[in-house]
């Protein structure tokens, strides 16, 4: 069956070969009677644009390259799935790449995104190790690049983040107020902001209300169900007194609750436990999990408005950029609060 071309409508409707083309460009000089015309002769004779020449003619692809380190937690899919959403209501389609916490997965993801001739990257980056000079050449090429949740906050780009220090401060106030005053935090061994940021709020929750912040009460390994559970393990071996367990996220949390449970101690009666991100089981688990939530769609719709909003801007790169920053919501169930 012969492919319906732009000279069909035109011999179909009696305008020129340009006037068909331009209208299906949303061109402002042609009328829009005349767009909804070809539009509805376009229809009918099953016409399909061709985005490879119609993207070379423009300079534009209406594509966005989307990096985060995995889709299997529902924080970065629910983020996802915010960005989605916004951006194909403005006529964008995504291109999804997941790293798994690998700096040259990162790094291939760019690459192909460059490659790919996308219109701008959004990126959540990996917590192996710094990969600032790979997104400097994103930026050295023009090509606009926003960070959302984690960011390298030393390259000159903006981005859409939760407000990880008073998330961490809130959680362990939050305890503090359920009367535990021996906390251990469990947080990542990645050398990541965000959880620099909720260290830094569990310290000064703690000072602020005169309770020392030792060592021997912060563990730090690959956040994991498996780690939450070896971390109490060797707490309750080293007979290290404590009464409550924050973990940098709600994985490590719900391992920390499930040994616990499991040697029979009392949650939250005899030791509270609090996560964070606000993962789906958390709300389903016996005794319920407390957590941060992060506002994961808002953070997804923020950064596709941020970045529509930049992109119209021909030199993104020209001004300041702009950091948008959301409040962490607590969400205290009944692991750190007698029912």
């Keep these: 069956m012969k492919k319906t071309t732009i000279h069909d409508i035109a011999r179909e409707l009696d305008v020129t070969f340009s006037t068909v083309a331009r209208a299906l460009n949303d061109h402002p000089a042609i009328s829009a009677a005349t767009k909804a015309a070809v539009l509805e002769t376009a229809k009918r004779l099953n016409y399909q644009q061709n985005k490879l020449a119609s993207s070379l003619r423009s300079g534009r692809t209406n594509v966005i390259g989307i990096i985060v380190p995995s ?7 629910s983020v996802v799935h915010g960005i989605e959403r916004v951006m194909n209501e403005n006529g ?7 790293t798994g916490e690998s700096l040259a997965q990162e790094q291939k993801g760019i690459e192909t ?3 790919s001739r996308v219109d ?15 997104y ?4 050295k090429r023009q090509v606009p690049l926003l960070f959302f949740d984690r960011a390298i906050h030393e390259l000159p780009v903006p981005s859409v983040t939760i407000d990880d220090y008073r998330a961490g401060l809130v959680a362990t106030e939050h305890l503090i107020s359920q009367g535990y005053k021996q906390i251990v935090h469990l947080t990542s061994d990645r050398n990541l902001t965000i959880f620099k940021e909720r260290f830094r709020g569990y310290r000064d929750a703690l000072q602020r209300h005169n309770l020392p912040v030792e060592e021997k009460m912060i563990y730090k390994g690959k956040l994991s169900l498996e780690f939450g559970k070896e971390s109490v393990q060797r707490l309750m071996d080293s007979e290290i007194p404590f009464d409550a367990v924050f973990a940098a996220e709600d994985y490590t949390a719900m391992g920390a609750l499930q040994f616990l449970l499991e ?21 389903f688990v016996t005794p319920s999990l407390s957590t941060v939530d992060q506002q994961t769609i808002k953070m997804g719709e923020e950064t596709a408005h941020l970045f529509l909003k930049l992109i119209g801007n021909k030199d993104f790169y020209g001004s300041t950029p702009e950091h948008i920053v959301l409040d962490p919501i607590l969400i205290p169930r009944n692991s750190s609060q007698p029912l």
């Design 263 to 283: 040697k029979g101690i009392k949650v939250p009666d005899e030791i509270g436990v609090m996560g964070f991100a606000n993962e789906a089981f958390g709300a």
């Design 92 to 98: 964008y389609s995504m291109l999804l790449f997941q």
């Design 136 to 139: 400097e050449q994103i930026s």
């Design 113 to 115: 995104f460059l490659q």
């Design 71 to 77: 889709l299997d937690t529902s924080f970065f899919s």
């Design 120 to 134: 701008g990257i959004i990126s959540s980056v990996s917590g192996e190790v710094d990969g600032k000079e790979f």
